[in-house]
């Protein structure tokens, strides 16, 4: 943490109060609270310093706020003060909050509360004054080795998403992409990216990057993510448990991209040694259950990471019609109108029975694009479809209109028959309909409709 003027006042405060024998007059309270305003939390932890910046050696305190963000400063004389506080927290986000006038008089108790400022007032401060008004939001970070955790200068951060306009020509479709470089703290900031939506970002640094992370821009407009960018190797470990219960599973797959294969014991513990230090995607997958897909920062003495899985019939259960269901009707689902479109490949009830496939998965071999692969383990088919950002990549699937995130090709033959298939829509790269959208994968999407 860099050493600011104000806290050297402090320390010169309490020299001088040395010297003079340390006698004080008895005084007041001063106390508060002190709040996160980006994370609408308190802020535990913060070193909270009252000055008298007329007279360093007259009642200077310092105090340190609590797990629910509350200080107080004990036996503070009349006068005038400055208060202030250090966080962690303000280095990272590289602001120097100015310190708060303070005036005690007659001995009364002071309420003061502190905080680091709000998404608003960050945006303005890094972007201009015209992002007050502005519906673009703004992404900042900080860029650290994995080895040491120390702030990287000179790497390059690279922001993308998908941007669909709908207009009297049509739909269309573009990728932004925004880039910035870490200064000598590590720090990068990012203005104008998307608000209540998605994006992707990666750091590089010569030959070393991280994987691309998916991220998620809150309505507020204001979104912070540190990032581990170095070549060295880690150890990552966690436990996994069934998000009912708690139970732990046992067998459960863990994977990251480029690295080691694990599963989890009897306990639900698991250990992945050796894998690419870094911010990585992390992939866990137990049979009967959703797999999760999210970052994960692989460094050394790195928290255990703990997973929650639901089954797949507890996520089934949410979308679940009681009613007698309607056969499935192109008009209806707009089947034909997008096939009429042609930005895709379409496989009807018909193509799909001169196949005659015996498993869901089967009839995707055939599909120019597409192509059905055991995984590292050699334990599992994948659906891969050749992606913009890389060769093969995994394509998001969706069931009768709904996404089914994660699925492999044993997912898919174990929920759906090829005989109960009414149609197949197939969209490579970013030329993927608006419904069927998962962010900005640039790895296209396949739909199946059911009888």
Same mark, same amino acid.
């Given at each position: 943490m860099r050493v600011r003027p104000f806290l050297l006042l402090a320390l010169f405060a309490?020299?001088?109060?040395?010297? !003079?024998?340390?006698?004080?007059?008895?005084?007041?309270?001063?106390?508060?609270?002190?709040?996160?305003?980006?994370?609408?939390? #308190?802020?535990?932890?913060?070193?909270?310093?009252?000055?008298?910046?007329? @007279?360093?050696?007259?009642? @200077?305190r310092t105090a340190r706020s609590d797990s629910l963000g509350r200080y107080t400063l004990?036996?503070?004389?009349?006068?005038r003060y400055l208060l202030g506080f250090l966080? #962690?927290?303000?280095?990272?986000?590289g602001v120097e909050p100015p310190p708060r006038e303070v005036f005690v008089d007659n001995h009364r108790a002071v309420r003061a509360d502190l905080a680091i400022p709000g998404p608003a007032r960050f945006r303005v401060a890094i972007c201009g004054a015209k992002a007050g008004a502005d519906s673009t939001g703004v992404l900042i970070g900080v860029v650290r080795d994995p080895r040491d955790g120390? #702030?990287?200068?000179?790497?390059?951060?690279?922001?993308?998403?998908?941007?669909?306009?709908?207009?009297?020509g049509g739909i269309s479709r573009r990728t932004p992409r925004l880039t910035a470089t870490t200064g000598e703290n590590g720090w990068?900031?990012?203005? @104008?990216?998307?608000?209540?939506?998605?994006?992707?970002?990666?750091? %590089?640094?010569g030959a070393d990057s991280t994987d691309l992370i998916d991220l998620s821009v809150p309505s507020n407009g204001f979104v912070r993510r540190d990032l581990y960018v170095g070549r060295a190797r880690a150890t990552l470990s966690g436990t996994v448990v069934a998000a009912a219960g708690g139970k732990p599973l046992a067998g459960a797959q863990m994977r990251i991209a480029d690295g080691p294969l694990a599963r989890s014991d009897d306990k639900g513990e698991w250990t992945l040694p050796d894998a690419p230090a870094g911010t990585r995607m992390f992939e866990v997958r137990a049979i009967g259950h959703y797999p999760q897909r999210f970052p994960v920062n692989v460094v050394d003495g790195a928290p255990p990471v703990r997973v929650a899985l639901s089954?797949?019939?507890?996520?089934?259960?949410?979308?679940?019609?009681m009613a007698t269901r309607p056969v499935f009707s192109r008009d209806r689902n707009g089947f034909e109108a997008r096939r009429i479109e042609? !930005?895709?490949?379409?496989?009807?009830?018909?193509?799909?029975a001169k196949r005659s496939p015996t498993l869901t998965s089967d009839i995707f071999r055939m599909v120019q694009g597409v192509r059905v692969e055991r995984d590292s383990s050699g334990m599992e088919k994948v659906l891969q479809m050749r992606g913009t950002f890389a060769d093969w990549c995994v394509p998001a699937v969706f069931l009768d209109g709904?996404? %089914?995130?994660?699925? !492999?090709?044993?997912?898919?033959?174990?929920?759906?028959?090829p005989g109960r298939i009414a149609a197949i829509e197939v969209y490579a790269g970013t030329v993927v309909p608006a419904e069927f959208q998962m962010g900005l994968s640039g790895c296209g999407a396949i739909v199946i409709w059911t009888r």
């Open positions: 309490r020299l001088a109060a040395a010297q !003079s024998g340390g006698a004080r007059a008895p005084g007041t309270t001063v106390g508060g609270y002190v709040y996160d305003s980006l994370a609408r939390a #308190p802020l535990a932890g913060a070193v909270v310093q009252l000055v008298a910046p007329d @007279n360093l050696a007259r009642n @200077n004990d036996d503070v004389a009349d006068g966080h #962690p927290m303000l280095d990272s986000l120390a #702030p990287t200068a000179g790497v390059a951060v690279r922001g993308e998403w998908l941007e669909i306009t709908f207009g009297p990068f900031a990012m203005c @104008n990216v998307p608000t209540a939506g998605s994006m992707v970002l990666r750091a %590089m640094r089954t797949l019939k507890a996520m089934l259960d949410t979308v679940r019609v042609g !930005s895709g490949r379409y496989l009807t009830a018909a193509d799909i709904h996404a %089914m995130r994660g699925l !492999s090709a044993d997912d898919v033959d174990d929920l759906v028959n």
